[in-house]
């Protein structure tokens, strides 16, 4: 009787050390860690469109901006005003209108209006991927004509031999191709920056080249 209850006693300790052995080779451990993603450009990406505002639909824009700021030698302080209106007329086309007022500290004035067609040529693409709305803050091509009138006072000698000063007017017209771009800057700001040769086809009497290579730039306040 002792000898079987030995024998029970020996089976059951021999089972229950090989029953852990068996479990961990039928036991598989899987282990993984996750690398974090770099988020740096996707947040720099959405902070770019939200302050272009690249994922607003916005078919016009009345611009306001100050123009030709700055000091003109002996003529003194200049300083001006610009208004702009444009509008779309599909995805990648749009019109313009605008209107510019200079002035300087003898109280020359300049007056200018302006048209223009402007072509957003990534424009189909970005709003057909997704990465726009249809709206006005891309490159562009413009073709642009612009009339004005300028008024400044001469002076010259007399025939009595005194000084006498007199106002001229002078018409001046200029027609351009310009490669742009405009984005807009929060929810009311733009800047509108362009490049491209000009042409001035009264150039003799304005005592200008015919072709000159012009660059504009503003930044101002739209709605």
């Known amino acids: 009787m002792q000898q079987k209850l030995l024998a ?8 229950f050390l090989i029953t852990p052995v068996l479990a961990q080779q039928d036991t598989i451990m899987i282990t993984y860690s996750e690398e974090p993603a770099d988020s740096s450009d996707f947040s720099l990406k959405e902070k770019y469109k939200y302050w272009t505002r690249a994922n607003v639909e916005e078919k016009s824009m009345f611009k306001i901006s100050l ?58 693409s970005l709003v057909k991927k997704g990465k726009s709305a249809n709206n006005l803050s891309s490159l562009y ?4 004509a612009e009339h004005g009138w300028s008024s400044h006072r001469s002076t010259f000698v007399s025939n009595n031999g005194f000084m006498s000063s007199e106002w001229q007017i002078r ?47 503003s930044i101002g306040v739209a709605f």
């Open 171 to 217: 018409r001046s017209s200029a027609y351009s191709l310009l490669q742009g771009i405009q984005l807009r800057l929060g929810r009311y700001g733009y800047l509108d920056a362009n490049l491209g040769p000009t042409f001035d086809p009264n150039y003799r009497r304005n005592r200008r080249k015919s072709i000159t290579l012009d660059l504009n730039f």
């Open 8 to 15: 029970l006693l020996i089976a059951l300790s021999f089972f």
């Open 67 to 124: 123009s030709g700021v700055g000091w003109g030698g002996n003529v003194g302080p200049i300083m001006g005003y610009h208004f702009a209106y444009e509008r779309k007329i599909s995805v990648p086309f749009s019109l313009l209108a605008q209107y510019e007022h200079l002035m300087n500290g003898w109280g020359n004035n300049s007056l200018g209006f302006g048209a223009a067609a402007r072509y957003y040529y990534l424009m189909p």
């Open 141 to 144: 091509l413009s073709l642009q």
